[in-house]
């Protein structure tokens, strides 16, 4: 069992991950941004669901700015494109829900 509330994986000098889940059929992971801090751009290697735990978060998807803060949810469909940036003055940590494992992806 893991609680994604303790010993959130802030980093410094990038951001932080850790895997949560990591099965067949489901890979969960966490990240912990930093104010300022961001994921690099990059294509959602499979099927997508960002929730927000802490924190407010611009992401960035195919084009268009999406505003989510805690609580919030939001879908991205496979192969497109996006960067997740902690906007916000306080530390910002979130779940990247990705359906199937991206092992399994095509």
Do not use: W
């Not at 959602?44 to 084009?63: E, P, R």
């Amino acid at each position: 069992m893991i609680n994604v509330l303790e010993n959130v994986p802030y980093c410094n000098d990038k951001m932080g991950n850790r895997k949560v889940a990591d099965e067949k059929h489901l890979l969960v992971m966490q990240i912990a941004l930093k104010p300022g801090q961001s994921v690099p751009q990059h294509n959602a290697n499979s099927n997508v669901h960002v929730l927000v735990m802490k924190g407010a978060l611009t992401i960035h998807l195919d084009g268009v700015d999406h505003q989510a803060k805690e609580g919030d949810l939001l879908p991205v469909a496979y192969g497109t494109p996006m960067i997740i940036k902690n906007t916000g003055s306080d530390n910002a940590t979130f779940l990247v829900f990705k359906t199937p494992n991206p092992s399994e992806m095509q």
